[in-house]
């Protein structure tokens, strides 16, 4: 089965910019209509999906995270890497990884993302 895994620093400092990279294994993020997604919960609220990365290396973003989300991929790693910056502490949140877009079959177990000073 698919399997991906979240990893980064769990706690980033304001105004910094958050890295987390997702580590597929057990499928390829190259393979032909597949989508690769970052989502995030804040705690207490529902979740949001941030952006994802296409199988061509198209990306997607969500508009209401204002521009800040970069998403790129490692093909030969079979990895794809977040970066959102100007960060503050209402990116506080549970970070997760998955495949699709909209409806995911296949998630990571997430990472705990504070930003704090």
């Known amino acids: 089965q698919v399997q991906l895994r979240e990893s980064g620093p769990g706690l980033v400092k304001p105004s910094q910019t958050l890295s987390l990279t997702c580590t597929v294994s057990n499928g390829s993020i190259t393979t032909n209509y597949l989508y690769w997604s970052w989502i995030r919960q804040p705690p207490g609220k529902g979740r949001e999906w941030i952006g994802c990365?296409?199988?061509?290396?198209?990306?997607y973003y969500n508009p209401s995270l204002k521009g800040r989300t970069s998403i790129s991929r490692d093909t030969a790693k079979n990895q794809f890497t977040l970066e959102l910056s100007s960060v503050t502490p209402e990116d506080t949140a549970v970070y997760y990884c998955?495949?699709?877009?909209?409806?995911?079959?296949?998630w990571g177990q997430g990472t705990q993302v504070t930003v704090s000073s």
């Open positions: 998955a495949r699709g877009w909209y409806w995911y079959d296949y």
């Open positions: 990365m296409a199988y061509s290396g198209s990306t």
